[in-house]
Every structure is written in structure tokens, then in C-alpha cells.
């Protein structure tokens, strides 16, 4: 079974552009949830989706937003960039959405570097 | 404010040994807990995951989780140059919570 893809691998962009980044779960998988990970910061939350609802969204600017599509595929967009937003994105799938029963499976992340 | 603590580290053991690494939380409604390990460039990985006070073991692995101290663990036994990583311990509150994480524990198995 295929993994959790996300596209593209690496990113440089400048600040005031935008950006959008891919991620395809694993097949079956419902649920897709965005981390951001920093050497400072460590990984943090940005959103999860369900059946293209968002469920949850973490403590980041309304710059940082998401959609999922039908096939439960996600695209995550940040506007306005920012030199604080270089960091690797990691998009991670699941049965059901966070929680004991149903994991997080990572993706291989983007890294997004802001000039 | 949610917090997960772990010692950042490097932890050090010799090969064979049993590493020993702990994590903290400061949410008393987390309900289900996570190891995740992800070697330097490349994404975590789940070991396991526990939600029940008491020990849960996985081949060379042990999660360890007391819930009135806020204290998880997670023992590797027969310790391995391989295990050599950073050790993620993340917490789940229940619902549409994203996992909390700690900042890692970065461990070094001497040969």
C-alpha cells in the first residue's frame, strides 16, 4: 500500500509570494492533518480535515489555510509568506482522525524556504 | 496551554543496553498517547501507542503510562546503532485535537 504523498519535496519561495503544497493519503484514509516542524518550535498543529470538513485548527494565522478535496486529497496554502514560515510541512493521514484507534501515518514533507 | 516535555538530549547508551526515554504532560484530559521516531531528513514514524495506565510491549519496545503523575515513557531493549534517532512522544486529547508534541529526545546508540 502506497504511503502518504506530498508534493512538491522542496520549495523557495520570497516573501509577500504564496504558496500551495500537496498531500495525497494513504488509500482508505479519511482524515489528513497539516503539522509544521521547526528547529525552535518542534512540530506543531495546523489543521486536520474529515470528508473535506475541517475539524480542528491549531494556533496559526488565518494566512495558513486548507481544503480537502472528495478523494480525500489535501492542499494546504499559505499567503503572505513570511521568513518565520521556512519549515518542513508534514501532512499526515489517518482512518479516522487523530486519536488511539485510527494513527497519524506522515508524509515525507515539503521544505519551505522563505528569501 | 498544552505542554509535552521531554529531555532534548543527546541521551547516550551503549549497544545492548536498555535506553530509557520519558516524556511529561500537562493536559489531564489527554487520553491516548504516541512514540513516533524520525531519523535526521526524514518524516516520523509511529513505534506505538498507548492509551491504559501500565506497560504495553512491542518486540524490543515498552510504552510505560501513569496517568495521575502525567508520565509516559517509552523503554528499547537491546538497544541498537539502528534506534539511533530522535524519539517523538505526542499526546491526543480526544475529538478533533491534533496530537500535541514534545520537542524530541535525540538518542545515540554507541557501537
Known amino acids: 500500500k502506497a504511503g502518504v504523498t506530498q508534493t512538491p519535496r522542496y520549495l523557495i519561495k520570497t516573501r509577500g509570494q504564496q504558496v500551495t503544497l500537496s498531500c495525497s493519503p494513504i488509500?482508505?484514509?479519511?482524515?489528513v492533518s497539516w503539522y509544521q516542524q521547526t528547529p525552535g518550535q518542534g512540530l506543531q498543529f495546523l489543521f486536520e480535515?474529515?470528508?473535506?470538513?475541517?475539524?480542528n485548527k491549531g494556533n496559526f494565522p488565518g494566512r495558513f489555510s486548507g481544503r480537502q478535496f472528495s478523494n480525500s486529497r489535501s492542499e494546504m496554502n499559505v499567503s503572505t509568506l513570511e521568513l518565520g514560515d521556512s519549515a518542513l510541512y508534514l501532512c499526515?493521514?489517518?482512518?479516522?482522525?487523530?486519536?488511539?484507534?485510527?494513527?497519524?501515518?506522515f508524509g515525507n514533507g515539503t521544505r519551505l524556504t522563505v528569501t | 496551554q498544552k505542554e509535552v516535555e521531554q529531555n532534548s538530549g543527546p541521551l547516550s547508551v551503549p549497544e545492548g543496553a536498555i535506553a530509557s526515554l520519558n516524556c511529561t504532560y500537562s493536559?489531564?484530559?489527554?487520553?491516548?498517547f504516541f512514540w513516533y521516531r524520525q531519523y535526521s531528513g526524514k518524516s516520523p514514524e509511529l513505534i506505538m501507542f498507548?492509551?491504559?495506565?501500565g506497560d504495553k510491549e512491542d518486540g524490543r519496545f515498552t510504552a510505560q503510562l501513569n496517568k495521575a503523575s502525567q508520565y509516559v515513557s517509552l523503554l528499547i531493549r537491546d538497544s541498537q546503532p539502528s534506534d539511533s534517532a530522535t524519539y517523538l512522544c505526542?499526546?491526543?486529547?480526544?475529538?478533533?485535537?491534533?496530537?500535541?508534541f514534545g520537542k524530541g529526545t535525540h538518542l545515540i546508540i554507541q557501537p
Open positions: 499526515a493521514s489517518s482512518l479516522a482522525g487523530s486519536g488511539w484507534n485510527s494513527p497519524l501515518h
Open positions: 488509500s482508505g484514509h479519511r482524515s
Open positions: 480535515y474529515f470528508s473535506e470538513t475541517q475539524r
Open positions: 493536559d489531564r484530559g489527554s487520553q491516548s
Open positions: 498507548i492509551y491504559s495506565n
Open positions: 505526542a499526546v491526543h486529547r480526544g475529538g478533533a485535537d491534533g496530537l500535541t
